[in-house]
């Protein structure tokens, strides 16, 4: 969702009567909501650049389909648009909204489009409330709310961006901002988050569990190693 996005330049000392500057990478939006899920898929995927595909990743990028081409609509007096490209000078984040509206009042409202069924998943409404932070800036206006829709269900579910919601999220910017620049593998979470991660192959969250258990049992046949995702070691 980035597309050769300029560097920030953010002040950070003084030396000698100078100014001294540092440029820094902007954050993508999508890197919020892969740290929130899970710290270590967000170090694979931005820093160490893996990527795979599962039933899950494929029914998101079909579920994304009709909404990632750059395009404006007039819908019951609501204009549309659609993949906006999205930045902030201030918090250093770059990506693009799946949708967002634009009613008489002017006001932005962002509808971040996901797979599955009407859910709360608050990794979600981070990544919803990095976009509201890029159009408060783009827009010079205040937001109050935005949206989730679910492909499946085909409802939504409006999210209040709160205070608490906003103080969270520039502390994931911040740790997210951390984790790219140290360049770390964070380690596995290993619990049932990961039955539905594309990067399990990669990440292999189990490994020291599955290393402990064969030095337990070395002659155990059903060694995890193994199975199935739908045989794997309960969290």
């Avoid at 820094?24 to 899970?38: E, M, N, W």
């Avoid at 595909?53 to 579920?63: K, M, P, S």
């Avoid at 209040?160 to 964070?186: D, H």
Wanted: proline share 7%.
């Amino acid at each position: 969702m980035i597309e050769n996005s300029p560097k920030e330049l953010h002040l950070v000392g003084f030396a000698k009567g100078k100014m001294a500057f540092v440029e820094l990478d902007p954050i993508p939006l999508s890197a919020l909501q892969h740290y929130v899920f899970c710290p270590r898929q967000c170090a694979l995927i931005h820093v160490e650049q893996a990527w795979q595909d599962n039933l899950y990743t494929l029914r998101g990028d079909r579920a994304h389909e009709r909404v990632d081409i750059p395009q404006g609509m007039l819908r019951d007096e609501v204009r549309v648009e659609y993949a906006l490209p999205l930045w902030s000078d201030k918090l250093s984040l770059v990506g693009r909204a799946d949708v967002v509206e634009f009613g008489s009042d002017g006001i932005p409202y962002p509808v971040e489009h996901k797979v599955g069924k009407r859910r709360a998943q608050h990794a979600d409404e981070v990544q919803l409330c990095g976009q509201v932070f890029c159009l408060e800036e783009m827009f010079e206006t205040s937001i109050p709310e935005g949206a989730l829709y679910y492909a499946r269900s085909r409802r939504r579910r409006k999210v209040a961006i709160t205070s608490t919601l906003r103080e969270e999220t520039k502390g994931v910017i911040e740790e997210v901002r951390t984790l790219l620049q140290q360049g770390g593998l964070p380690p596995p979470i290993a619990d049932e988050r990961c039955r539905h991660c594309s990067l399990m192959d990669i990440c292999v969250p189990f490994a020291d569990r599955w290393i402990q258990e064969e030095r337990d049992d070395p002659d155990d046949s059903q060694h995890p190693l193994c199975a199935d995702a739908g045989s794997l070691p309960s969290p």
